[in-house]
């Protein structure tokens, strides 16, 4: 019953920005560390920014400077800012968080992804 859902993928030119964001819907207790992924053509998928709950968050270097991750709790929410886009930028963005249900049960969700796209 617990859905991520990403929204903000584009298509940019190079030294573009765009605005990626993922809502969690369903009986959700608490959410925990929030992180984006992405994977691009024939790779495999990689992490490139976490967050945790108390809002420490993290970068993989190769996005570090042009990605930002935060989150809003009161919308079940996280976001990531992403500038300075190069075409090496170019994947289907995912969305994944540890989440404890009404129930008291901790797992995984992940969303369905966001794609991106920058030409050179």
């Known amino acids: 019953q617990v859905q991520l859902v990403e929204s903000g993928g584009n298509w940019v030119q190079a030294g573009g920005s765009l605005r990626l964001s993922c809502a969690a819907s369903?009986?959700?207790?608490?959410?925990?560390?929030m992180d984006w992924y992405r994977q691009a053509p024939g790779k495999q998928r990689e992490l490139v920014a976490w967050i945790t709950r108390s809002g420490h968050a993290d970068y993989a270097d190769s996005v570090k400077g042009r990605f930002t991750i935060s989150r809003e709790d009161a919308k079940k929410t996280v976001y990531l800012q992403v500038d300075d886009l190069k075409p090496e930028d170019t994947a289907d963005y995912y969305c994944h968080a540890a989440i404890v249900t009404d129930d008291g049960t901790y797992a995984d969700y992940w969303g369905q992804g966001t794609q991106v796209t920058v030409s050179s």
């Open positions: 369903g009986s959700i207790r608490s959410i925990n560390d």
